[in-house]
Every structure is written in structure tokens, then in C-alpha cells.
């Protein structure tokens, strides 16, 4: 290299990590020991003087400040400082000439950059740029947003899983404190009966030892002609005193006092605990884009209610329009191949297993097939009331009436009333259950609000929000995603399993959403369908 920035002709054979930017355009090469930010040029030693005289105010950074050299400059290399001159066109990078010395002396083709350039600023390619580069700076500031919600929204998470944490460990302690306590209280009961106990044999002892003392003393002053029978008698009671004394004193022998036996589970089932429970990460979707899909029929008379939509394992859809009393079959193109009528209004339908689902039709549930691209009717049985919903679980129905979810297996045998409410109003409109069957998800529209359930019908969390108005469908996808629209604000919500809090907004009337009546998480392709009050269904590609 050349020692103090040394100036010497470009045709020296010395390559330099960074080279002088001003010796550099008069064909000179020499070694950078400095670096301008504002004018974004290597300096030798001999030209920093010069430029130093002309522009006093601008920061310059020698070599051990070399860490900070790195800027941005259009027509220097990012790595050697020095000016790109050529393309490889095998590797398509920019090179300055020490990057092809060192890594681009085998390539086959470098292209001359002026070359390539002659023409460009005429290009289609070129004159786009600021709009590819406007939209892109766009799409980052939407994902900076995003991000910064979901800083906040973990931020949030965060906190309340510590809060949670405290909370079962309070609990934890609570239980703990009232074991003790209550061993602590057999301790003191078992403490007072033995200190009531050693009271007595003290005063057993006491009083024996004083009989048998009395006994024996006047024993031993028997005078007078009877001396011989009143000592006989004399010595049988005392023999009898002493027989009860020894029984009394081995009877004290035999009590070894108090000893304690610790469960010897508790203590080796908290070593084998690694934490106080499983902290999964939230997968949170959002809408990415959306499309609308017609399924309205020449045999339609009625603008199309789509209350029920579920999908089949083979990718197909089917719908229920409550308004033409019809279910619909959709095929992945979400085109309406096949259509099936019913005699009564249709309220909701799920899915059951393989082709199958169940729709519920008035005061019946109807059980239809798909066989050969047509829906076929298989069965029926009669529920008690109007049925609003249904949901299937491990073959058997949750179905809703208008103030209650009634439990029937698959065959339509009534089981048990899971959950009521005492009002004059129409109250469940919907249900829903989770994968495991631990939780039921229930919508209630006059309170704009979902409410989960545990199997046995017992409220264990309310959801109210703002997007919630007039709450009506809901799914929950097999991996437990939970989707829930509000009708009247146009919006689809997803919630956390255990329906406590809003994870995200995914769609609005903005994505096409009208009036959403039902909504269906497809994880096969991570599609939200959505069914309107209007002849269309919605479709949001999630990311």
C-alpha cells in the first residue's frame, strides 16, 4: 500500500481497501486514511489538507473511526469505497476494480457500466421506478403500523400473562396457605388433647402416689387384737391400688408423643413441574385481500341470506340462503354448482364428517350428503323448538333455540339442556365448539357480545367491543382459530380460545363485508369466507 496516502500513477498494481475519491479522478491511486460524510469522498492524507481549507465545517473521520465510513453513495462500492465500474453478469453485482481482482477474475461475462447505461434513462423500467419505489415505501409504512400495533397488542400480552402468572401463583400460595393452616389446626387440636391428657396423668400419678403412700402408712400403724385381719385387708387394697397403678403406668409407656408424615407427593409433583403452564405464541390474521363471488340463481326470488356456510374435506363450500330456503354447493372457484331446497326456513348448517352436514330447518334438523357433485338428503329428527343453530362435536348436536343450547346425539335423542336464559327476547343466535370440546362460544346480539361457555353450560368469560355490534356468526376452525362477525358494524372479529379478548379486527366494510351473517376459516389455503345479507359472499385471503 501506499505508505501516508502516497499518490501514484493508476497503473500501479496496489490494491487499497478504500482509495483516495480525488486522486482518483486525476487517474492517481492512493490509499484513503479519511472519509467525508458530506461530500461522501475517501481522502488521502495529502488531500484532506486541501479539503479541509475549503470545507472547515464538514465532519471527516480517519481510520479509527473507520466504522463510521459506511454511507450510502450511488457510484462507490459499498465495501471498498471505491467507484463501481463494471457488471458481472454471471453474478449480477455491481464491481469496482478491487472487487473484480479479488472475487471476478474467473467470470466470463463484466460488462462495461456505461455500456449497459447507454439508453436507460429512456427505459419504461426506469421511468416506473418511483412509482414501484412509492408503492413499496407505502406498503412499509402500513407494515410499520401494523407491527407497531402488534408491539403494543404483545406489549399488552404480555403484561396480562404476568398478571395471569401472579395470579396462579397467588392462588397457588392461597391453597398452600390453607393446607398448612389446616395441618397447623389438626396439630393444635391433637397439642391441646395430649396437654389434656399429660394433665391428667400428672394428676393420676399424683393422686396414686398419695393413696398409695396413705395406704401404706396406715398399714403400718394396724394396732389391737384384729391387727392380723385389718392388715390382710390392708394389703388387698393395697395390691389392688398397685395392679392399677402398673396398668396406668404401662399404659403411659405405650404413648410415643407426636410424630409428622409429610404427602410425599406433593413435593416430587413441584420439582417435576417446569413452569405454571404452556406460553404459545398467537397466530393473528389479517386481512391481505378480499373478493366478492355471487351466488345468487336463476331460482332465486328473494335477495340471498347467507346464515350458514361451512367446507367440505374435498375443498367444496356449502351455504345456507334463509331467504330462498335453499342450500347452496359452491366448487373452489366458489361458483354455485348445485342447489338443494327445504321446506321450511333454513337457520344455520355444519359440518359433520367427511361429505356430511347437518341444517337446521325450523323444529327439524336435516342431514344431507354430497354424492357425485349433488347434495342428497339422508335423514331427519325434531328438536324440541325453533332451532337457530347447530354445531357438531364427537357425534353430537349442540342446537340453539331462541333462549337455550339443547344437547341430542347424532341420532336425534334429546340429552340434556346445556345452557338457558329467562327473558322475553330472542337471545342465542348462535353457537359454536371448540376442537376439545372444552368450550362452547356463544352469540347473543341484543348485547353485541360473545360469552364462553365450559361443557357443563357455565359462563366463564364475556367479550364485549366496539366492533361487535349486533353479534351473530362465528366458527371455530380444527387448529381453534376463533372468527365471530358483528352484523351491524360490518366486521368480522378474531378472539383467543378462551374468548377473553380481541385479538384482531380482520375485516370490515372497507373488505367488502355487508351486513355478515356467518363467516368460515378455511386452513387449507388461510381464506375467511364470509356470508352477507346480499346475493355475494365475501372472500379475504388472510396473511
Not at 103 to 116: A, E, K, Q, T
Not at 128 to 146: F, H, I
Not at 323 to 328: I, L, S
Amino acid at each position: 500500500m501506499a505508505a501516508g496516502g502516497l499518490s501514484l500513477y493508476k497503473g500501479s498494481d496496489l490494491i487499497h481497501d478504500y482509495s483516495c475519491s480525488t486522486c482518483e479522478e486525476n487517474d492517481l491511486n492512493a490509499e484513503a486514511q479519511h472519509f467525508c460524510t458530506q461530500c461522501e469522498h475517501y481522502l488521502c492524507d495529502k488531500c484532506v489538507g486541501i479539503h479541509g481549507d475549503y470545507f472547515k465545517k464538514h465532519v471527516v473521520y480517519g481510520r479509527k473511526d473507520i466504522q463510521k465510513w459506511a454511507g450510502f453513495s450511488m457510484d462507490r462500492c459499498a465495501q471498498h469505497g471505491n467507484k463501481l465500474d463494471v457488471h458481472c453478469d454471471d453474478h449480477q453485482e455491481l464491481c469496482c476494480s478491487i472487487c473484480v481482482a479479488l472475487n471476478h477474475r474467473i467470470c466470463s461475462s463484466i460488462s462495461h457500466l456505461p455500456d449497459l447505461a447507454r439508453g436507460f434513462l429512456e427505459t419504461a423500467e426506469f421511468k416506473q421506478l418511483p412509482a414501484v419505489v412509492d408503492k413499496m415505501r407505502s406498503r412499509l409504512d402500513e407494515l410499520k403500523n401494523v407491527r407497531t400495533k402488534d408491539q403494543d397488542y404483545f406489549i399488552d400480552s404480555y403484561k396480562n400473562i404476568i398478571a395471569e402468572v401472579k395470579a396462579l401463583r397467588k392462588n397457588i400460595n392461597t391453597i398452600l396457605d390453607q393446607l398448612e393452616r389446616k395441618t397447623v389446626e389438626q396439630l393444635d387440636r391433637m397439642m391441646k388433647d395430649l396437654e389434656k391428657s399429660i394433665k391428667d396423668d400428672l394428676e393420676t400419678c399424683a393422686q396414686m402416689d398419695h393413696q398409695l403412700k396413705t395406704m401404706l402408712e396406715k398399714l403400718q400403724q394396724i394396732t389391737g387384737k384384729n391387727k392380723e385381719t385389718s392388715s390382710y385387708i390392708g394389703y388387698i387394697k393395697c395390691q389392688s391400688k398397685l395392679s392399677e397403678a402398673t396398668c396406668f403406668v404401662q399404659e403411659i409407656r405405650q404413648n410415643d408423643g407426636m410424630k409428622f408424615k409429610s404427602d410425599e407427593s406433593v413435593v416430587p409433583f413441584l420439582r417435576n413441574l417446569k413452569n405454571l403452564g404452556d406460553i404459545k405464541q398467537v397466530q393473528v390474521y389479517k386481512t391481505q385481500s378480499s373478493a366478492q363471488y355471487s351466488i345468487k340463481i336463476k331460482e332465486d326470488n328473494d335477495v340471498c341470506d347467507i346464515v350458514g356456510i361451512c367446507e367440505l374435506p374435498g375443498g367444496e363450500v356449502v351455504i345456507a340462503d334463509l331467504a330462498n330456503y335453499r342450500v347452496k354447493l359452491l366448487n373452489k372457484t366458489y361458483r354455485v354448482t348445485y342447489h338443494y331446497n327445504l321446506p321450511d326456513v333454513i337457520l344455520h348448517l355444519c359440518h359433520i364428517t367427511d361429505n356430511d352436514v347437518a341444517v337446521a330447518v325450523g323444529t327439524e334438523v336435516h342431514f344431507l350428503t354430497l354424492t357425485r357433485g349433488k347434495l342428497q338428503a339422508v335423514r331427519k329428527f325434531t328438536t324440541k323448538d325453533d332451532s337457530w343453530s347447530v354445531a357438531h362435536h364427537q357425534g353430537q348436536l349442540f342446537v340453539s333455540t331462541y333462549n337455550a343450547i339443547n344437547l341430542y346425539t347424532i341420532k336425534g335423542k334429546f340429552v340434556k339442556k346445556i345452557y338457558e336464559i329467562y327473558c322475553d327476547n330472542f337471545q342465542v343466535i348462535r353457537c359454536a365448539v371448540c376442537i376439545d370440546g372444552e368450550r362452547i362460544y356463544v352469540t347473543q346480539p341484543d348485547g353485541s357480545k360473545l360469552i364462553t361457555l365450559d361443557k357443563t353450560g357455565q359462563v366463564i368469560s364475556t367479550l364485549e367491543d366496539a366492533d361487535l355490534t349486533d353479534s351473530i356468526g362465528l366458527c371455530v376452525s380444527p387448529s381453534g382459530h376463533v372468527f365471530v362477525c358483528g352484523w351491524e358494524s360490518g366486521t368480522v372479529l378474531q378472539v383467543d380460545q378462551e374468548g377473553r379478548q380481541k385479538l384482531a379486527t380482520t375485516a370490515r366494510k372497507a373488505d367488502g363485508v355487508c351486513q355478515p351473517r356467518s363467516v368460515w376459516f378455511s386452513e387449507q389455503n388461510s381464506t375467511l369466507l364470509v356470508g352477507n345479507e346480499s346475493d355475494t359472499i365475501t372472500v379475504l385471503k388472510l396473511c
